[in-house]
């Protein structure tokens, strides 16, 4: 539809790191409008898995194009959306790091809506460290946003998730306390030939062995979550896209399918029975998340998390983050994808959300990274050409902190992350200089990379 569109002005992420020292290169392939969990709703073309190109698998969407050409070499960082798993799920998929921060802490100004409470801009790089440097820049107050949540909110928060970082042992993890959720384990995961499960079992065994206490905990709404989210977000749509005129410029059949969704969701004889009944399914899943954190929702909060006369958080019982895997499978053939046959199971496109979507229903952060499959775990020095086709793919956790807490989340992440990359056989880190310029540090970071994968 816009195609040939060209913005008059930048974004405010693009602009924020643009100032920073950043070099845009250009810009990446996604599903049409961010509508789509494999990146095969294009006007380009679907996007290729670089992990192994002639397997010819997706990349996961919508930001499929942000992840695969970080994953393949071309850049060290990119920008990208997350809805319902945008981000989270791309990175899983071409074994990169994806992080969707809190919503409301980084602008949305500039980009092209497609469900507003949820839509939210976040980084893809190779390593935690880069989305840390790129987060901190972004990560800004902007007038022009009304989502945009202000400095006193922001820094209340900060000052909550700074008391339980205190409370660690900083050399390793003693005194982090990890939340399991039982509903994140679906009978996918039980299959013989997915490793996911196994792959999870190592990484808490490994974050133990760090001396994080590992806590099983109960998000029971968990199961509606997904059902709500493609209400709401379909609802909105139908809204946000109202703006362009579908007959004159044409949407594609995705988008078509969601917005007739959307509508109907609005109309006066289903708007109880669905959009308001999501609505409620979106609070209970709120609930659930605040439940278990030891940090509270400073959103939400009543006064009995207010700070004490120190201006400190009182010490809480609770978990500090979640962990869970990323998505329920690897990367899927793009043969499978793209079959268009009535006995092809439609259903399984968006069902491969059903992990991201809690954290995007109540605004949270959340970071993917990829974790080493289970035969690299019992031999690091086996071939991967003699193992199953499915163990070769790359896997994704995701670790999901309270609303506010990105700092704490990345801080916990990283611990993690730097046991469990291998540097023998995971992608090659670009690094560059990072000069400085009036006391400001400069990024030479090539942010997004335009690329079509055609068939």
Not at 147 to 172: G, M, P, V
Request: proline fraction near 5%; include cysteine; glycine fraction near 8%.
């Amino acid at each position: 539809m816009l195609r040939d569109f060209t913005s008059p002005f930048d974004a405010t992420v693009v602009r924020l790191v643009s100032n920073a020292g950043a070099e845009i290169i250009g810009k990446t392939n996604c599903d049409e409008f961010g509508m789509g969990s494999l990146n095969i709703h294009s006007i380009h073309g679907p996007v290729v898995n670089p992990f192994q190109v002639e397997s010819q698998r997706a990349a996961g969407g919508s930001s499929g194009g942000s992840a695969a050409a970080v994953a393949a070499g071309l850049c060290t960082a990119a920008l990208g959306t997350d809805t319902g798993g945008s981000i989270r799920l791309p990175a899983s998929y071409c074994g990169v790091v994806g992080f969707k921060p809190s919503y409301g802490l980084v602008s949305r100004y500039g980009v092209v809506s497609y469900a507003d409470s949820l839509d939210t801009v976040g980084v893809l790089a190779q390593d935690v460290s880069q989305v840390v440097q790129v987060f901190e820049q972004i990560n800004k107050y902007d007038y022009n946003d009304p989502t945009s949540i202000d400095e006193r909110t922001r820094n209340r928060a900060q000052i909550f998730a700074k008391e339980r970082y205190n409370l660690w042992n900083h050399e390793d993890l003693k005194g982090l306390r990890i939340g399991v959720p039982q509903e994140y384990f679906p009978s996918e995961l039980s299959s013989s030939s997915n490793p996911i499960l196994s792959s999870t079992r190592h990484v808490l065994s490994l974050l133990q062995s760090l001396g994080a206490t590992i806590c099983s905990v109960s998000l029971p709404s968990t199961k509606y979550a997904l059902s709500a989210y493609y209400v709401i977000a379909s609802a909105e749509a139908s809204s946000c896209l109202s703006r362009y005129d579908g007959v004159q410029y044409g949407f594609g059949r995705e988008v078509r399918k969601r917005i007739l969704l959307g509508t109907y969701a609005l109309s006066a004889d289903a708007f109880d029975n669905y959009f308001l009944q999501a609505q409620r399914v979106r609070q209970l899943v709120r609930d659930d998340f605040d439940r278990v954190f030891s940090m509270p929702n400073v959103l939400y909060a009543d006064s009995s998390f207010s700070l004490n006369e120190n201006g400190e958080a009182a010490a809480s019982t609770g978990i500090d983050v979640l962990i869970h895997p990323s998505a329920i499978r690897t990367a899927p053939p793009l043969e499978d994808a793209r079959n268009d046959s009535s006995e092809r199971d439609t259903l399984q496109d968006y069902v491969q959300d059903v992990l991201t979507v809690p954290a995007s229903l109540a605004g949270l952060p959340a970071l993917s990274i990829p974790m080493r499959t289970t035969t690299d775990l019992a031999d690091s020095a086996s071939s991967a050409s003699n193992k199953p086709e499915e163990e070769n793919w790359p896997i994704g956790i995701s670790v999901v902190g309270q609303w506010g807490s990105d700092d704490l989340v990345m801080k916990a992440t990283s611990g993690l992350y730097s046991h469990l990359v291998n540097p023998d056989i995971h992608w090659i880190f670009i690094k560059s200089s990072a000069p400085t310029r009036n006391n400001q540090s400069l990024f030479n970071y090539k942010i997004r990379f335009v690329r079509n994968y055609d068939n």
